[in-house]
C-alpha cells in the first residue's frame, strides 16, 4: 500500500512539472537582441623552428589560446589565417605539429574556408571547442613574407618578447668572417628587428651543443674564452679606463651590446634553443651580465663540411669501415629515407614512436646538426626489402642509432607506406646565392645563371652555362643549389626565356655526378671556357619539381622467371626490327634455325612522390606498325649478360613501347593507360609489368658460351626521365650456364647490400652443381 502511495505521488509532481514547463514556455518572452556581439579574436605564429612569416597558428578565444586542428586543412584556410596576421597571403600550410605541440585548448577543427572570408569564423567548421584532435596534429601556415599595407598588428599582447625564434652564429674574429660554414662565435638570438646577446654565466656544454646543432654541427669543442676576454685589450683603452671590467667586455667598439637572455640551461638533447630553460632581462639592460661576457660557442663540422687537415682526417676514418646507417630520397642534402645496414642488407625504419630525439640521433650520426623534422608515412618515398627496425625509442644522448631500444619487426607490424624519414639541420654554406634563375614562368624553372668572383672584395658577375652535355644529373644539382627539390627537366636550349641582360657564357663542360651541393663542385671547364654555341639560345636551363618518381625492379621475380627458350627465326621478324636480337641475327639462315633467349618478367614500381612520365610528348611517340604500339622513350631498360669482371658478352634494350599501370597498391587507382592512345606512365604506388613470354622482355644468348656470369638490368639507363635516386635503379644476379640450361640466383637492387656483401657476389666462382644454397 505504502509503495503505491509513493508511486502516485511521483505521477503527481511529474504532472504538476510538465504543466509549469508548458505554463512558462507559453508565457511571453522579451525581446533579445538581433545578434549576439563576437568575441573578438587574436591570432600569433608560435612554435620552432621557425621565421616570422610561418609558424603553428595560436587563436584567441573566450580569453584563452588555443590551436587549429589539421583535419581537412587547406590553403584556402592559410590565407584567411595569414590575412588575419597582416599577411597578403598563404604561400603554404603545415601538419602533424611541425612548429611543435601547442598547449591548452583546441579551438576548430574540420575547418573549410572558401579563402576570400574575412575571419576564420565565417569558415565552416565543428563549433568553437569541439574537435577530436590531439595537439600532435596541430596546424601551422607559412604566410608570404609581404605585409597588408597600413595593417595595425593587433596581435601582438605582449610587451616584452617570452620566446626565442631565430638564432645565428656571429664571426668576430676578422679572419673567420668571409668563411663559410661559420663554425665559431657569438651566439644571437633575434630581438624585434635587431639582434641580442645570451650572458654566459652558467653556459655550459650541453647548451653548446643545442647550438651546434641548430647551426648544423653534430658537436661543440671547448672554446678559448680567455682569447675572447684578451682580445678585448687591444681596443682603445681611454674607453674603459673607469670600466673595471673592461677585459670582460667583447668588441663593445664594434657593435653595443644587448642581453637579452640568461640562465639559461639545456639538458643536450634539445632540437631548438627555445626548448631550453631560460630567463629574459626586462626593462634597462645596461647593467646585464656585470660578472660575465656575451656567450661563444665552437662547433665541430661533419666531414661534408669540414676542411683542410680535418677534412682529410674524416676520410680516413670514414673508410676505415662502412657507415651502417644512410638517407635516400631527400632533395637536399640531410634529408632522406631513413635506411640501417643489417645483415649485410640495408633495410628501412618503421615510424611507430618515430621522433625528434631519435632523427637528432640519426642527424648527427651522420655528421649533420641536430633534427629540424621527423617525417612519418613514407614522405621521402617507399623502400624496398627489409623494415630493420620499429619503435625506435632514443634519449637524444646516443653515438648511433643503433644503442637506442629498438623493437624487431614481424611482418603484420609494418609497411613500407610507413617508412620514416628526417630532415637535419645543415651548416649555411651561402650557395644559394651563386645560382639564379630568369626568364621562366615560375620561380620553378628557368635560364641558369651563375656568379663568378671576378676577384677578392669585387662584386660577382652572372653569366650562363653551356648547355653542352647539360642533362638531368647536371639539373638536379643545379635545383639542390637553388633550394627547389629536383629536377624534372635539364634543357640544353632556352632560346624561348630570353628575357634576361646577361648574355655572357662563363661555365662550360658540367659533368655532375648528381649528389653534389654546388654546380662548383662538378667537373667543368675552369676559366677555359669551350663552348661550341656561345649564344644565348644554347644557355642550359632547368624545370625544378618539389617531388619526384623513384623506379625500383622488383629483383625476386626475374629470379623466380628466368628460363631459356629456343624460339624459331620464322617467329622473330618482329624482334628482329625492333633491335632485340644481337648482331649475328643478322647473318643467319632466316627464316631457317633459331635463336636461344634468356627470358624473364620484370615488375617495375615506382616507389617515389611523382609520376613517372616520359620525356617526350605523345606528339613525338614513334609509331611501331609490327607490335602496333608507340615508343615513348628511346631506351627504358638495359639488359646485359656480364662475366665476373664486367665484361659485357650479350646486351639488348628494351625501348618502353608501353608505360602504364599493370597493378597499383590498395587505395591508388590507375591513371596510365596505353590502349587507344592513351597516356604513358607508372603512378606512385603502382607497378608496370612486363611478362617473360612477350617480344624484346629477352636477351639473346645464342652466343654466350658456358659460363658463370652476371645478369643486369638498368632502369632509366641514360637518365632521360628525373628521378629522386638513380642509385637503386640497377639490379644483378649471379647465374650459371652449362650451354643447355640457367642458373640465376642472388638477385638484389645494385645498392642493397654491403659493399662486402657486394664484393662477394662479384667474386662469385659459380655454381658446383645445382643446388643453391
Not at 624484346?696 to 658463370?708: A, E, F, H, M, R
Request: proline fraction near 3%.
Amino acid at each position: 500500500m505504502g509503495s503505491c502511495g509513493t508511486w502516485a505521488w511521483r505521477e503527481l509532481l511529474v504532472l504538476l512539472s510538465s504543466v509549469w514547463l508548458w505554463v512558462g514556455s507559453a508565457q511571453p518572452t522579451l525581446p533579445g537582441p538581433t545578434h549576439t556581439p563576437r568575441p573578438q579574436l587574436k591570432f600569433r605564429l608560435a612554435g620552432y623552428p621557425r621565421k616570422h612569416n610561418e609558424g603553428r597558428v595560436e587563436v584567441f578565444y573566450n580569453d584563452e589560446w588555443g590551436t587549429i586542428c589539421d583535419d581537412d586543412f587547406t590553403l584556402a584556410n592559410a590565407h584567411v589565417l595569414c590575412r588575419h596576421l597582416g599577411f597578403v597571403a598563404a604561400t603554404g600550410w603545415a601538419h602533424s605539429a611541425k612548429y611543435g605541440k601547442g598547449i591548452g585548448r583546441i579551438w576548430l577543427d574540420n575547418v573549410n574556408c572558401a579563402g576570400g572570408e574575412k575571419s576564420i569564423g565565417d569558415c565552416k567548421h565543428r563549433g568553437w571547442g569541439n574537435s577530436d584532435c590531439s595537439h600532435e596534429e596541430d596546424a601551422g601556415v607559412i604566410c608570404k613574407d609581404e605585409r597588408i599595407p597600413g595593417f595595425k598588428d593587433s596581435n601582438v599582447i605582449e610587451t616584452e618578447q617570452s620566446h626565442v625564434e631565430e638564432v645565428r652564429l656571429r664571426p668576430v674574429v676578422s679572419g673567420a668572417r668571409r668563411q663559410l660554414p661559420v663554425m665559431e662565435g657569438i651566439v644571437e638570438v633575434r630581438y624585434k628587428d635587431g639582434w641580442a646577446q645570451i650572458c654566459d654565466e652558467g653556459w655550459d656544454s650541453q647548451n653548446s651543443r643545442v647550438v651546434c646543432g641548430m647551426m648544423g654541427f653534430p658537436a661543440e669543442k671547448k672554446v678559448n674564452r680567455n682569447f675572447y676576454k684578451l682580445a678585448s685589450k687591444s681596443q682603445p683603452k681611454q674607453k674603459h679606463r673607469e670600466d673595471v671590467g673592461s677585459k670582460k667586455r667583447l668588441f663593445t667598439e664594434r657593435q653595443q651590446l644587448n642581453y637579452r637572455l640568461h640562465s639559461v640551461s639545456c639538458v643536450g638533447t634539445e632540437v631548438h634553443l627555445s626548448m631550453c630553460t631560460f630567463e629574459f632581462y626586462r626593462g634597462n639592460t645596461s647593467a646585464a651580465c656585470r660578472a660575465g661576457m656575451p656567450v661563444v660557442v665552437s662547433c665541430v663540422p661533419g666531414p661534408l663540411f669540414a676542411t683542410g687537415n680535418a677534412h682529410k682526417k674524416k676520410q680516413r676514418q670514414q673508410q676505415q669501415g662502412q657507415p651502417r646507417i644512410r638517407l635516400k630520397g631527400g632533395a637536399k642534402v640531410g634529408e632522406g629515407r631513413v635506411e640501417v645496414l643489417k645483415s649485410s642488407e640495408w633495410g628501412t625504419i618503421c615510424d611507430d614512436r618515430w621522433n625528434l630525439l631519435s632523427a637528432s640521433v640519426v642527424c648527427r650520426e651522420l655528421g649533420f646538426g641536430s633534427a629540424k623534422e621527423a617525417l612519418t608515412g613514407a614522405r621521402m618515398g617507399q623502400g624496398m626489402g627489409p623494415i630493420h627496425m620499429n619503435e625506435v625509442q632514443c634519449l637524444g644522448t646516443e653515438k648511433s642509432l643503433w644503442s637506442c631500444p629498438f623493437k624487431n619487426i614481424t611482418q603484420e607490424d609494418c609497411k613500407h607506406t610507413e617508412d620514416a624519414a628526417i630532415r637535419c639541420n645543415i651548416p649555411y654554406m651561402g650557395y644559394e646565392n651563386l645560382i639564379r634563375l630568369s626568364g621562366g614562368r615560375s620561380r620553378f624553372e628557368g635560364r641558369v645563371e651563375v656568379a663568378v668572383r671576378a676577384g677578392d672584395g669585387d662584386q660577382p658577375r652572372w653569366g650562363l652555362v653551356c648547355g653542352e652535355g647539360w642533362g638531368t644529373l647536371e639539373a638536379m644539382v643545379a635545383c639542390r643549389q637553388l633550394g627547389l627539390g629536383f629536377a624534372n627537366h635539364g634543357l640544353q636550349e632556352t632560346w624561348y626565356w630570353d628575357a634576361s641582360n646577361v648574355t655572357e657564357m662563363v661555365l662550360s663542360g658540367v659533368k655532375c655526378a648528381g649528389h653534389e651541393m654546388s654546380l662548383s663542385h662538378c667537373q667543368h671547364h675552369g676559366t677555359s671556357l669551350n663552348c661550341r654555341n656561345t649564344g644565348t639560345r644554347f644557355a642550359a636551363g632547368v624545370i625544378c619539381s618539389e617531388t619526384a618518381s623513384d623506379l625500383l625492379l622488383h629483383a625476386p621475380l626475374v629470379q623466380e622467371t628466368a628460363y631459356i627458350e629456343d624460339r624459331p627465326l620464322h617467329m622473330l621478324y618482329c624482334a628482329a626490327e625492333e633491335n632485340c636480337l644481337s648482331s649475328s641475327a643478322r647473318l643467319a639462315n632466316w627464316p631457317y634455325g633459331h635463336r636461344r633467349l634468356l627470358r624473364f618478367s620484370s615488375q617495375i614500381h615506382n616507389n617515389g612522390r611523382a609520376d613517372f612520365r616520359p620525356k617526350a610528348g605523345r606528339h613525338s611517340w614513334v609509331w611501331h606498325e609490327c607490335h602496333r604500339h608507340y615508343h615513348s622513350m628511346d631506351i627504358f631498360t638495359h639488359y646485359d649478360i656480364l662475366t665476373p669482371n664486367g665484361t659485357k658478352v650479350a646486351e639488348g634494350h628494351k625501348a618502353s613501347f608501353c608505360l602504364e599501370d599493370t597493378e597499383c597498391e590498395e587505395d591508388v587507382a590507375k591513371r596510365y593507360e596505353c590502349a587507344n592512345f592513351g597516356e604513358q606512365g607508372i603512378t606512385v604506388g603502382c607497378w608496370d609489368l612486363y611478362r617473360h613470354d612477350i617480344d624484346c622482355q629477352w636477351i639473346d644468348i645464342t652466343d654466350v658460351k658456358p659460363g658463370n656470369y652476371i645478369l643486369q638490368v638498368v632502369i632509366n639507363p641514360n637518365f632521360e626521365v628525373a628521378e629522386s635516386d638513380f642509385t637503386n635503379n640497377a639490379m644483378k644476379c649471379n647465374c650459371k650456364y652449362d650451354g643447355h640450361r640457367i642458373w640465376v640466383h642472388s638477385c638484389h637492387i645494385g645498392d642493397a647490400l654491403s659493399e662486402e656483401a657486394n664484393k662477394r657476389f662479384e667474386q662469385y666462382p659459380g655454381q658446383l652443381n645445382n643446388q643453391i644454397s
